[in-house]
């Protein structure tokens, strides 16, 4: 029920990134971001994004009871939404980035600890005994599912929040006056590790592909991880909402640092007949 393509050859990574990775020939060694080489660079990069963080924090806040958290990552939202007072349960299916929630929780304050569930689960088919205040689903998460799969997510999210609770969830999609289909952007680690991030669009397929790597790429292997997820626009998203018996009660327009991007978290609730 996905979207996404994870990993592959360097003759998979299209533009710039592609032609760069050829030259390294076999040195490459090819992985995807949420694979066990992968999820560390995923979480070194992700404990410094505080992305989408304040704006969801604060909408949580606004919501009674415990939050489910989908595809909870390492925990770039877990962790601030425990901070927050929130009673957590963290659902992720990646054994390797579940792994890395859980050593990151066992070093936690037990004041923090003590409030978390970890879950290893796919967010379209999952069944937990209780029901929750906020259905958290951040870090575009979305565009890892195809049509399917999202109409899937949605009957879960509905089955599992609580009267009045809502379903937080964000996405990011090329603005309509973008005219680069390609950038690469440095980003620093918590290690201090530098790392290159190379973005490319394709209007064609309405895809986006992320690949990722050190900028330090002296002698031995260079681990270069990608993923290829659709680009889905917040108005299909609304009206995919609507369809499976959502109302939107609002949509947060969420900074990006340049205008390349349009990042949008969507606010909706049950609708109630």
Excluded at 34 to 47: K, P
Excluded at 231 to 250: H, K, Q, T
Excluded at 263 to 269: D, N, T
Aim: hydrophobic share 40%; aromatic share 4%; charged share 25%.
């Amino acid at each position: 029920m996905t979207a996404t393509v994870i990993g592959g050859t360097p003759q998979m990574v299209p533009g710039r990134a592609g032609r760069a990775l050829a030259e390294l020939g076999d040195r490459v060694v090819m992985c995807g971001i949420y694979d066990e080489a992968g999820s560390l660079i995923y979480d070194d990069l992700s404990r410094n994004d505080t992305h989408e963080v304040r704006e969801l924090i604060g909408l949580v806040r606004r919501r009674p009871g415990p939050v489910l958290e989908l595809a909870a990552g390492t925990g770039r939202l877990t962790m601030p939404l425990l901070a927050a007072g929130k009673d957590v349960t963290a659902l992720e299916l990646e054994r390797s980035m579940l792994d890395l929630l859980r050593a990151r929780l066992q070093q936690a304050p037990g004041r923090l600890r003590e409030r978390c569930t970890t879950v290893e689960g796919d967010m379209t088919s999952f069944a937990l005994d209780r029901r929750f205040g906020a259905v958290v689903l951040g870090t575009t998460s979305i565009s890892l599912l195809d049509e399917e799969g999202r109409t899937a997510l949605y009957g879960t999210v509905r089955d599992h929040l609580a009267p009045g609770g809502a379903f937080l969830l964000s996405t990011t999609y090329p603005t309509s006056g973008s005219t680069q289909d390609e950038i690469r952007i440095d980003m620093l680690g918590a290690s201090g590790r530098l790392y290159h991030l190379h973005e490319h669009w394709s209007p064609r397929t309405g895809t986006r592909t992320v690949t990722l790597h050190a900028a330090e790429l002296s002698e031995g292997p260079v681990h270069v991880c990608t993923s290829t997820v659709a680009a889905i626009p917040a108005d299909l998203l609304e009206d995919e909402l609507v369809s499976a018996g959502f109302r939107v009660n609002a949509r947060h327009t969420l900074r990006t640092g340049g205008d390349r991007h349009e990042s949008v978290l969507l606010e909706a609730e049950v609708e109630t007949r």
